[in-house]
């Protein structure tokens, strides 16, 4: 059965315009120009992944409350923001309130395209019976590629599908310094300088609240970071 998504984008022609590209790729797609028809449409039926502007009509942080009223509702649903205002201050907020990926609007749709299946692939793999390929152990780490999901000290980290790639590239190779490139290339990603260490501060706080002695990514000033293994 074709995956269902939703687009909730106040602009009708760049709405239309993702929607075409979705359906091209196999996808039923709903569009919703502001926040409560979307609320209202997701009582009767939630769809499968979600893409939502952070500006909606005259409700300016719309997409933030959409976000946050989701996830309350379904833990496990996809949400993506994809907008705009690309200032880290936004995306830190989107990423907090329990979104998946925050990308801007300036990404290409091949990209997109990839990241959204991605996530599908990271929620397929997740319903599966749990096996022992694709596994990456680094002392309290513990890494399943198939399912996408990072363990510390059996401890689930709860990280978006940018921070798994970041982490899977840095454990991979204990003790290899990756730069800037290697990184953006192992997350899919576009991300300049500020962007990565935001994300790599953000990594590091979630396995903090699970392990406040974690100090596993190394910085190597003017080169990148890596992963130190016990």
Known sequence: MAKRIAIVEDE????????????REGYVVDGYDARQPALDAFESRLPDLVVIDVNLKDDVEGGFELCRELRSRAADLPIIFLTARDSEFDAVSGLRLGADDYLTKD???????????????????????????????????????????????????????????????LARYPGHVKN?????????????????????KRIRRKFHAIDSSFDSIETVYGMGYRWISD
């Open 180 to 200: 800037r490139q290697q990184l953006m290339d192992a997350a899919q990603a576009v991300l300049d300088d500020n962007t990565i260490t935001s994300h790599v």
């Open 12 to 23: 009708a022609a760049i709405r239309e315009n993702y929607a075409a590209a979705f359906s």
């Open 107 to 169: 990404i290409s749709l091949p990209h997109l395209m990839a990241r959204v299946a991605a996530l599908f692939r990271r929620m397929d793999a997740m319903q599966k019976p749990q096996g022992s390929t694709g596994r990456i152990t680094r002392g309290d780490l513990s890494i399943d590629t198939e399912r996408m999901t990072v363990h510390w000290q059996d401890q689930p980290v709860g990280l978006t599908l940018t921070e798994f790639w970041l982490v899977h590239a």
